[in-house]
């Protein structure tokens, strides 16, 4: 019988955390040492947010710095994971009739790379990404998770990256360790019961949870990575979260594993 490999979405958080030493990231290389060996990796990024949905094809794909404001150390950064056009072609059969584009302009973005550098510090797996389609409504991106899923069962390790709470208006700037607001704490403890519960229903149509949900998602493209995740869950199969944390009172570093 074949290993079924797990799928996480992880918070990433500040760009930043590609080159601390934290709590956060330590959490992310035990995530890795503890994941079976995978082949390749599909990430599902909050920031290759754009209209319909593409696979990268670049067997060199370059790492993308798509943030300004931060200090030339984190320019230098380079993740030289190669790519896997097998699996972009993979992941174009599986989401058929939706049409996926191939495409050569992206590369890694930092909500790839800044996690993976601690995951797979070596970048000795593969990496393809796939698009968020900000056109679609949640339960598209769940549904593409769910006809996603038969990749784990072909050494594929499905990662969305993204947050869970993500408000950088009411974020702490200077002030990172500051307490969670208490509607940031109460969306993420709900939503941790919900999936730990196994209900994903209010989860897609989170715009329906009220006030917390508004805050704590003011913008989809940080939250949609973790339908993703969600949807490639099998009946009864257990989630855990590895890692947990709030950054600057409004940004959930919560890291969920399925399987």
Same mark, same amino acid.
């Given at each position: ?5 797990? &799928? @996480? ?8 955390? &590609? ?19 995978? *082949?390749?990796? =599909?990430?599902?990024? $909050?920031?290759?947010?754009? *209209?319909?949905?593409? +696979? ?24 030289? $994971?190669?790519?896997?056009? $097998? ?15 191939? /495409?050569?302009?992206?590369?890694? /973005? ?14 000795? @797996? ?45 974020? %702490?700037?200077?002030?990172?360790? $500051?307490?969670?607001?208490?509607? &940031? &704490? *109460? ?26 949900? *508004? ?11 973790? =339908? ?9 199969? %257990?989630?855990?979260?590895? +890692? ?9 570093? =919560? ?5």
């Amino acid at each position: 019988m074949s290993i079924i490999l797990p &799928a @996480v979405f992880f918070g990433h958080g500040n760009p930043m955390n &590609a080159l601390q030493d934290n709590v956060y990231t330590r959490g992310w290389r035990a995530v890795g040492e503890k994941l079976p060996p995978p *082949r390749a990796i =599909l990430a599902i990024s $909050a920031h290759w947010y754009v *209209r319909g949905s593409g +696979v990268t094809i670049s067997m060199a794909p370059e790492t993308l710095h798509d943030f300004g404001g931060f200090p030339p150390e984190l320019f230098a950064v380079r993740y030289p $994971a190669k790519g896997d056009m $097998a699996l972009a072609l993979r992941v174009q059969e599986l989401l058929s009739p939706v049409p996926v584009s191939l /495409d050569r302009s992206w590369g890694l /973005d930092h909500g790839t790379w800044s996690v993976l550098k601690h995951v797979y510090p070596n970048a000795d @797996v593969p990496v393809v990404q796939l698009s968020i389609d900000g056109t679609q409504p949640p339960q598209f991106h769940f549904d593409v998770g769910r006809r996603l899923a038969q990749l784990r069962e072909e050494g594929v390790l499905i990662v969305g990256s993204g947050n869970l709470v993500h408000n950088l208006r009411t974020y %702490a700037w200077g002030s990172e360790d $500051a307490p969670p607001y208490e509607w &940031a &704490a *109460r969306f993420e403890a709900e939503a941790k019961g919900l999936i730990t519960a196994g209900d994903v229903a209010p989860l897609i149509n989170y715009q329906e949870m009220g006030q917390d949900a *508004r805050l704590s998602v003011p913008t989809p493209e940080h939250y949609l990575p973790l =339908l993703y995740v969600l949807g490639t869950q099998r009946q009864n199969e %257990a989630i855990t979260f590895p +890692v947990t944390g709030m950054e600057g009172g409004s940004i959930s570093m =919560l890291t969920a594993q399925v399987g």
